[in-house]
C-alpha cells in the first residue's frame, strides 16, 4: 500500500454515498476522492461544496459517451478530476459574510430602538404603517 493510502481510504469511508460510488466505479480518482471526505463534522458550506463536486462530476460523466477503452475512462478520469478540482478551488460563498452583516445591522438597529422614547416609538410605528 501507498504512503498516505490508508489516509486516503478513511477520508473517502467518511465521504458521501454518492462519492464513494464514484470512486468504486472507477470514475474519480483516490486523490480527488479523499478532498471530498471531511475531517471532523461537516459545516453546511463543506457539504454543499461537497454537493457541487458530485453534482460537476456527475455530469461531466454524463456528458462522455460510455467508456469502453482504458483511453476512453482515463479521458473521462482527468475530466472529473478538473471538475472536482474546480469546484473545491472557487472562493466560498459570501453567505457567512452576509449572515455576520445582517447580525450587526440587526443589534445595530434593537439598540436604536431601545434607546428611543415613548413618543418617538410612537413616531416610527406611525411611519411603519404609513408605508
Do not use: C
Amino acid at each position: 500500500m501507498a504512503p498516505g493510502s490508508a489516509i486516503r481510504t478513511q477520508a473517502i469511508l467518511r465521504a458521501p454515498s454518492d462519492v464513494q460510488s464514484l470512486f468504486r466505479a472507477g470514475v474519480i480518482s483516490e486523490k480527488d476522492a479523499a478532498k471530498l471526505g471531511p475531517k471532523g463534522e461537516q459545516t453546511p458550506e463543506q457539504a454543499a461544496t461537497i454537493r457541487e463536486a458530485v453534482n460537476a462530476a456527475n455530469a461531466v460523466v454524463a456528458a462522455h459517451p460510455p467508456a469502453v477503452t482504458p483511453k476512453d475512462k482515463r479521458k473521462v478520469k482527468v475530466a472529473v478530476g478538473v471538475a472536482v478540482k474546480s469546484t473545491l478551488a472557487r472562493p466560498a460563498t459570501a453567505q457567512p459574510k452576509v449572515s455576520a452583516l445582517v447580525e450587526q445591522h440587526t443589534r445595530e438597529f434593537l439598540g436604536w430602538l431601545s434607546a428611543l422614547r415613548p413618543h418617538e416609538i410612537a413616531y416610527v410605528k406611525a411611519a411603519v404603517k404609513g408605508a
